[in-house]
């Protein structure tokens, strides 16, 4: 619902009009109110208001309306659940057409529980004339009392605030967090608050040793050239890594000697531009996004909520400009002075040039946006003669003209990290190349990169057509003793389904199976494929940005789950990352254009922009990530 309230702080920069979403209420301003007094009524604080009616800091007037977010008070309560207890199984025959998926819907189970009472099915596909034991439940409820997420904590003889978080397996970001009138130095005797925990489970400070505070993007291969600790070292003096793994801000036990080389990771240090800032005379920023509020009925929430729906140009741009204004935020915070203006383009290029012929451009330091190709050719023309740089947010493809800046990536260079990362160990693999007929085509590319690569395509059915399947033989004659390399190209889930099952069947110590695609689609993400069988086959794609790992306390990701209730989806996250990148490079460089040369590399959330210049044009962004499954998480690979 967070887009609902877009469209409410955007009408009130077009248009007059309320709404009111899920976890958000409105208040009709009474006379004698000031925003302190209906704080304190809905148990949230004034910062909390201001941040959704920003026009509220020049004052609000009686019969005026203020979205109030949602209070972070909690009130725990017992818990009822259902839950199912198996009291045995009946016996189903498989007919024409039955479906693991329609079997689950018949018999109110779940195709992992029927593939679990039924383990053929883990490497074979459903077939007529099966026999099947369909687990038969009892539903049974379930009361639970909530356990007290926190405890009083009296302060001890020497402790700060580093000491209690390393005790109690949090970060100080956390403990202060729980104790938001915490004073930044303790007191012996002060009672604080600190997770709910066992004694057994709380960790006591060893003075032998020092206690290191592990920083944003920072990996165990950081850590090793910083501190000259193997991960196994690390984790065996922090045994709570093998579980949860390196977060940001974890306080990790470390040797007393251990040393740290400040200058030993200039690569990091050349990407964090916050660091750098040296500019800080106003910016003039400028958003073009097709927003179409022309079509939004303000007095209705539920043409409102139907327009969401229904508008993808909408939807798009909302979740974009959502991430971009926390990146205005997060920039505010650091200094940097910024004015900004947004334009709904409305996805019409005659709006786009009566916005260009009604405005001032002259003093405009970046344009991000429009989304459309069209549009975006005809901002970069009109505004070329100012030397205003254009950033195309999202668009696969666009004219690059001297001051457009292409900030996604091409999809040849997803296929290209993928064949290369392949290639730079040919000789210690074994490639296998795997397509439907469909992708015959990227099939016979990826041979012509590896010559002794066998081919194995979808077997067809009497008529000719691609029945979307592969034998066992089709593969285990292809597999080697050693690393096999399997490439797979498809976007048909059933095809693939199939083949990740049967690799996950093959995979043994003598014969180990990584799987790999060119080309990472929906498919791969259908409920018909196991995710646990892409994670033991350690299953690599390419992608133009990695997924933030929400084990990692992101703090943009806690800020915009604050502010909305729900995690940022990947258009609002490469919205805050292209804002944040954009407005840095105008504040570190001279502009957007000398920082390609002083900034060659900068990383955010989930996107990294290293832009390269084409000859006679303008610029384009040139790396991309590869990931892989590995423990059903999707990390990078270095």
């Not at 409105?26 to 201001?50: F, M, N, P, Q, W």
């Not at 969401?308 to 200094?335: C, E, I, Q, R």
């Not at 260079?413 to 085509?441: F, G, P, R, W």
């Not at 390609?596 to 959330?605: F, G, H, K, Q, R």
Request: net charge neutral; charged share 25%; proline share 4%.
């Amino acid at each position: 619902m967070k887009k609902i309230i877009y469209i409410l702080s955007l009408v009130l920069m077009f248009g007059c009009g309320s709404t009111q979403a899920q976890g958000f209420k409105t208040h009709k301003v009474k006379k004698g109110e000031s925003v302190e007094s209906i704080a304190k009524l809905y148990h949230v604080s004034s910062s909390d208001i201001y941040s959704l009616n920003p026009d509220a800091k020049k004052g609000i007037k009686p019969n005026s309306v203020i979205i109030i977010p949602k209070s972070k008070g909690y009130n725990p309560a017992p818990q009822a659940s259902i839950e199912k207890e198996l009291i045995g199984f009946k016996e189903h025959k498989v007919k024409r057409k039955e479906t693991l998926y329609s079997l689950s819907k018949e018999f109110d189970v779940t195709q992992d529980e029927l593939k679990k009472h039924n383990t053929f099915l883990y490497a074979n596909n459903l077939r007529k004339g099966d026999m099947l034991k369909i687990p038969v439940y009892k539903k049974v409820l379930q009361v639970t009392e909530p356990e007290t997420a926190t405890k009083s904590y009296a302060v001890l003889p020497k402790e700060g605030k580093w000491r209690i978080a390393y005790k109690y397996g949090i970060t100080v970001e956390q403990l202060e967090e729980l104790n938001p009138d915490m004073e930044e130095v303790l007191n012996v005797g002060d009672i604080i608050k600190v997770p709910n925990i066992g004694i057994k489970e709380e960790k006591p400070i060893d003075d032998a040793y020092s206690y290191y505070t592990v920083l944003p993007k920072e990996g165990f291969y950081r850590l090793k050239v910083k501190l000259g600790l193997e991960q196994e070292q690390l984790e065996a003096l922090n045994p709570e890594l093998k579980e949860s793994g390196l977060k940001v801000g974890m306080i990790l036990k470390v040797p007393h000697n251990a040393t740290l080389e400040e200058n030993s990771n200039t690569e990091l240090k050349g990407t964090d531009l916050t660091k750098h800032i040296n500019n800080y005379n106003t910016k003039h920023l400028v958003f073009m996004l097709p927003f179409q509020l022309n079509k939004v009925n303000a007095d209705s929430i539920q043409d409102a909520k139907k327009e969401v729906v229904t508008n993808p140009y909408l939807g798009m741009s909302l979740d974009f400009y959502s991430g971009s204004l926390m990146a205005l935020d997060s920039l505010k915070k650091l200094g940097v002075s910024l004015k900004v203006d947004v334009y709904d383009t409305r996805n019409s290029l005659s709006e786009v040039m009566d916005i260009l012929k009604t405005n001032t451009f002259n003093d405009v330091d970046a344009v991000i946006g429009p989304l459309v190709s069209n549009n975006i050719e005809k901002v970069a023309t009109q505004l070329k003669p100012f030397n205003v740089p254009v950033v195309s947010p999202i668009t696969k493809k666009v004219v690059l003209s001297e001051n457009v800046f292409q900030s996604r990536p091409s999809e040849s260079l997803l296929y290209d990290k993928a064949v290369n990362y392949v290639k730079k160990d040919s000789t210690k693999n074994n490639v296998i190349i795997i397509s439907d007929e469909k992708h015959t085509k990227v099939n016979n590319n990826l041979k012509s990169k590896f010559p002794s690569a066998p081919q194995i395509f979808s077997r067809k059915n009497k008529k000719g057509e691609d029945a979307f399947y592969v034998l066992d033989a089709d593969i285990t004659s292809k597999l080697q003793t050693g690393n096999n390399v399997v490439f797979l190209e498809s976007d048909n889930p059933g095809f693939i389904s199939n083949v990740t099952s049967k690799l996950n069947s093959m995979k043994s110590k003598e014969k180990n199976i990584i799987l790999i695609t060119t080309n990472m689609n929906a498919a791969f993400e259908n409920d018909e494929v196991s995710n646990y069988h892409l994670s033991n086959l350690e299953f690599h794609f390419p992608t133009i940005a990695k997924s933030y790992n929400e084990d990692d306390n992101n703090s943009f990701v806690k800020a915009y789950e604050k502010l909305y209730g729900i995690t940022p989806n990947k258009i609002a996250v490469r919205g805050f990352d292209l804002t944040m990148d954009v407005v840095l490079r105008l504040v570190t460089s001279e502009d957007l254009i000398s920082s390609v040369n002083e900034a060659p590399l900068t990383e955010y959330v989930e996107n990294k922009f290293a832009y390269k210049n084409k000859f006679l044009g303008g610029y384009y962004n040139d790396t991309v990530y590869l990931v892989k499954y590995q423990d059903l998480k999707i990390i990078e690979v270095n």
